[in-house]
Structures are given as structure tokens and as C-alpha cells.
């Protein structure tokens, strides 16, 4: 270990200080000569204790709420997905209900998550499609909290692939009143139209006018509230309707499918 | 000796004070007391006693006493007592084995605590005490040299 320890040194010195510092510790521990270095210490260490207190008290503080606030974020978002869902079954009691042909559909739809959304294709281009945690059985409508969205069109893997209502590739027959009209998408984010025989509408059709699923393409039932009427515009023999949709495909993560219709 | 090794050895006594502070209020048992300080100043001690000089024996008694509020002296006293003993043995105490070594130094730290206690706070003094403070010395011996000695080796490379 050590190669150049001494083995000669003063022992003098060290018994000096030993006697030196015997006489202070005599003298200190009599009469206190060093209280006043005692009342720094102690008030070093309350001032010490003090602040790694107020530190811990602070970061524990933090930890507590953000634990708190996560446990209410959490409990939020359940609440959310249980109101969504309430939403989504109450969607066919605010629909034309008598309509409704499969009283089965009114049980609780299989709830799904959305796992890809172009929102920037749905704005800007004409196919609206999404992809759901789930691969449920094809062509089954899809709604989510505000109303129908689109069906199911692909399964790919596990996902399933959601046409959008308001995809130029989507077609709907709905019911506008009494008059049958075939609406299409027009790549427009929630909207789509219909073109009609001027003669083929059975009354008059008006602005704000509900538009339900009439239930002949087979893949909606009848009766499902679509949208309003926004725009009516006369070509000819011809009437284009413009309907805006009731659902918003952007407003909530949950999809709702209905697998028995 | 450079200020940085002069600061490792006052840090490696400082941060041994800093443990033996916590295992004291984190066990809080009247007989549990180690003495980290004394194997971290036995190690340097008998690791470097050229470097460890009677300036800086006393310069780290008095920070001791001043950091435990101690009659200033206390430890001063008993850093002199051992600085003594290894520098006039130095050469012969490497002749031991280590266990030899953790019982003159048990027995040494055992010398210390009983001067602490029962010449300076006799209220404080317990055998249990002194019994636990014996073993734990040399239980802990081994692992505060592998430390220190690592410690030199690494950063305070010229005290030799």
C-alpha cells in the first residue's frame, strides 16, 4: 500500500494538542466558552431541516395532485365512454323510432375505438375512410355519440375499415318526408345530396327538414336519422337536396357498431 | 497532497457523518450506533499517514465537533489519540491480516466511544451501545476499506 509512510515524526506536537485540546474541552464542557457555536450549528440545522421539508412537502404536494389528477382523468374519460354510449343507444330513441324495424338493434351496439383518421384527407380530399379497433361483420352501420357515421366496408386484420358517409364512394337511400331520394357522398365533410325528378317528390321539401335512412340499400334500417335538408336547388325537371349530417366522425375516439340489423 | 485530495478525504468523512446520521434516526434504537466517521478516518489514517497530517487530523475534528454539536474537543481529541497510534505503528500494523486489523480498530473505536461517552455525555452511555458499536465496526471494516481504497485509487491516485 503505502511505500513512504515516516517512521519518525514529532510525537511532541501531537502531545501538545492533545493537551491543548483536553484544557478547551474541560474548559467547554464546564462552562460552555463554545455554546455560541452550538447555536449556529442548531440553527443551521433547523434552517437545513426546514427547507428539505418545505422541498419534500412541495414535490409530495405535486405528486399527490398529479396522482389525483390522473385518477380523475381517468375516471373522467369512463364517464365519457358511458355517456357516449347512452348517446349512441339513445340515438335510436331521438330517431324515428316506430320506423325502426329490428326492435334487436336496440340493444347495447359493440363499442370501438378509432385507430387511424386522416382528418386532413376528410377536409381536403373525396374518400373519407377510418380505420376501428375492431372487425366486426361487414356492411353493418356505424354511429358514434352524435349519430350515424358510415358502415363497414373492409376487415384488415383486426381493424375494421369504415366508409364514411360522406365518401363520393358511399350511397344511401334515404327518406326526406315521403319522397325517396338516393343520396351519394360528395367528399365534403358532413354532407351529402341526392338528385331527384321534380315529379318524384310527394310534398313540399323544406330547409332544415329531417332526412332518415329509408332502409332500401339493405345495409341501414329504416328510419335512423340521417341529417337535415341544408340546400335545395332547382335543375331543370330536376331538384339537387344537399343534406348535412347529423354526426360529426370527429368529435369523439368511440365508434358504435351495430352488428345485428 | 492537492486540494482535490484534501477535499475527497473531508468529503469521505463528511459524507460517513452524513451516513451514520441517517442509520441513526432512520433504526432509532438506543443501542444502535455506528461510527462510520472513525473507520473512514482509520482508513485514511492507515492508508496515508504522511498526508494525513496532524493539521488536517485536527481541521476534521473540529468540523465533527462543530457538525455534532459536540464540546469542541470532543472528537478532536480522539482523532489525535488515533492519528498517534497509526503513525507510531504504521509499518507494523500492515504485518496483520485484515481480520486482526478490524479488531484493533473495533477495539480503538470501542476506546473513542467510550471516552465520548463516558467522560463527556455519561447520560448517553449504554454497554448495549458499546457491544453494537464493536461488532458493527468490524462487520462494516471491510466494506468502508474497499470504498476508501477505491476511492484513492480512482481519484486521490498520489497518495501513496
Known sequence: MASGTPLKFSKFSYIFFIVFFSVILFFDSKNNVFSSLRVIQASIVITSDLLVNQTKNFFSSVYVSQTEKQKLKKEARELKNKYEALLAKNFFLESNAPNIESQSMRSNPTSAKIVNFNAYKYICCGVHEMLISKGAPLFRPVLNASGLIGQLVERQGNLGKILLLSSSKHFLPVLIGSSYCNASGKGIPMTISCRTDVSEINETIFRGQLVYTSGLGGIFPKGLKVGDVKEITLLGDAAEIVIELAADPRISPNVYIIEEA | ?160
Open chain 2, 1 to 160: 497532497m492537492s486540494f482535490k485530495e484534501l477535499l475527497i478525504i473531508n468529503l469521505s468523512l463528511f459524507g460517513a457523518y452524513l451516513i451514520d446520521s441517517s442509520i441513526i434516526s432512520f433504526v432509532n434504537q438506543s443501542f444502535v450506533e455506528i461510527s462510520t466517521v472513525y473507520l473512514v478516518f482509520f482508513y485514511w489514517s492507515y492508508a496515508a499517514p504522511q498526508q494525513f497530517t496532524l493539521a488536517l487530523v485536527i481541521l476534521s475534528g473540529i468540523l465533527l465537533d462543530f457538525l455534532t454539536a459536540s464540546f469542541i474537543g470532543t472528537h478532536t481529541l480522539i482523532f489525535i489519540f488515533f492519528s498517534l497510534v497509526f503513525r507510531s505503528y504504521a509499518y507494523r500494523l500492515r504485518l496483520f491480516s485484515h481480520l486482526q486489523i478490524a479488531l484493533i480498530i473495533a477495539l480503538l473505536s470501542s476506546i473513542g466511544f467510550t471516552f465520548k461517552y463516558l467522560f463527556i455525555y455519561p447520560e448517553g452511555y449504554l454497554y448495549s451501545k458499546l457491544i453494537f458499536n464493536f461488532f458493527s465496526t468490524i462487520i462494516f471494516w471491510p466494506l468502508i476499506f474497499g470504498i476508501c481504497r477505491y476511492l484513492r485509487r480512482h481519484y486521490a491516485y498520489t497518495i501513496k
